[in-house]
């Protein structure tokens, strides 16, 4: 491939970052109005996460679909719709009469949130010089992370000042502007498709699955969004149960703690940029992230350090992402990038819907340390993943050796 220019390589990652971005601030668009639909509707917390369940498994089953369709007619298109499906969420959830509407409008974003993972990647893949690849994954990264933060400060600030319905409507607005810039700059955006019509020279599309690698990164994916499920959802909870601080510090600790995995992100960018075993990285990242969540968990953690120690679980959980993005990477064969894309971050999915439920029962249970220990114990689970996957990578060249 050749080297494109910075210019047109910042354009690309600025594009598909934003639009990630986007994603992920739909991630969180009924969670951040659950007080106003609980209300409205008279829901119980159950039928809410339901909406949050059909969201991410929609999403999840997704993704390994459209991976197939990015290859199949390209990733530029694949993005166009997933933006428009969620701008249509967004408004049938606003116009929403009843509780089986809500369900319906949560389906079709989940149905767009599902593109971006294999869509985005390919792009990045595809239009960014392979020297500059691993800093627009930690841009990607970042941007998914503003777009977790902004959600919730949008949300209750618009339902605030004026209703849900005006709060949905004006998150509405956000893809389909998206959208319209995405069009307006189409032509940095490639669009190749890597599978023929005629089906994919040299073996089967799904040949890629008979990869260890492939699972690995999904088990990976799996583990470490049980974790981060378990994080968003529940950690302010338990640091208020186990160290008797306010809501308003464990807020800020939540707050400090995806601050710092974005930053940690920016760092790893340049990390990931120089180092080659990319696994090693990810495994000295989450060995200390996990070693501070059971301090955490421990409860020896002086009050006003929670926040620090947040701080830094996130740093270095943001540290692992760029290395984490290209040892996927590294997996796909170069016709199959969507396909394996797909596959690998439905994992993401899976464990965001999976993660909330269990910790949720754990602290039923009146055990607020269990959400630190479990998400070390994830975080833990998914080296051995990420190991798997640097090994399967190597082993072709140490054979070839």
Avoid at 85 to 114: D, H, I, K, Q, W
Avoid at 264 to 289: C, E, S, W
């Amino acid at each position: 491939m050749s080297t494109t220019s910075l210019r047109q390589d910042a354009r690309v990652i600025g594009l598909v970052g934003t639009s990630h971005g986007v994603s992920h601030f739909y991630h969180l668009i009924l969670a951040g109005l659950f007080p106003w639909l609980k209300e409205a509707f008279g829901l119980s917390y159950s039928e809410l996460g339901l909406l949050m369940t059909v969201f991410f498994v929609v999403s999840g089953v997704g993704q390994a679909l459209s991976g197939f369709v990015v290859d199949r007619v390209g990733a530029r298109r694949v993005l166009f719709t997933g933006q428009a499906l969620l701008g249509v969420g967004a408004l049938v959830l606003a116009a929403a009469p009843s509780y089986a509407v809500l369900l319906a409008g949560s389906f079709v974003a989940g149905c767009g949130n599902a593109v971006f993972h294999p869509a985005g990647y390919t792009l990045l893949n595809h239009g960014v010089s392979k020297e500059r690849l691993a800093y627009a994954f930690s841009v990607h990264g970042i941007s998914g992370n503003l777009g977790w933060a902004a959600a919730p400060i949008f949300l209750a600030g618009v339902a605030t000042l004026s209703s849900w319905r005006v709060a949905l409507l004006s998150a509405s607005a956000i893809p389909f502007i998206m959208l319209l810039v995405l069009f307006l700059n189409r032509d940095v955006l490639p669009n190749k498709a890597t599978v023929a019509k005629g089906g994919e020279a040299g073996g089967s599309a799904f040949g890629f699955l008979r990869l260890p690698a492939v699972w690995m990164c999904f088990g990976f994916f799996f583990l470490t969004s049980i974790a981060l499920g378990g994080i968003q959802a529940f950690s302010s909870t338990s640091l208020v149960a186990l160290y008797g601080i306010s809501f308003a510090t464990a807020a800020t600790a939540y707050t400090t703690f995806m601050l710092s995995s974005a930053a940690g992100m920016v760092a790893g960018g340049f990390l990931a940029a120089r180092a080659h075993n990319h696994d090693r990285t990810i495994t000295v990242a989450f060995l200390f992230a996990a070693a501070m969540a059971l301090l955490l968990a421990a409860s020896v953690v002086p009050g006003a350090l929670v926040v620090v120690v947040m701080g830094a679980i996130g740093l270095a959980t943001g540290i692992a992402g760029p290395s984490r993005d290209l040892l996927i990477r590294a997996a796909a064969p170069p016709n199959a990038t969507g396909r394996v894309f797909g596959v690998v971050y439905s994992g993401l999915d899976t464990g965001m819907s999976v993660g909330p439920l269990l910790f949720g029962a754990l602290m039923d249970g009146g055990h607020p340390a269990s959400v630190f220990i479990g998400v070390a114990l994830f975080q833990t689970l998914a080296i051995a993943t990420a190991v798997g996957a640097g090994n399967s990578r190597r082993a072709p060249m140490g054979h070839k050796a």
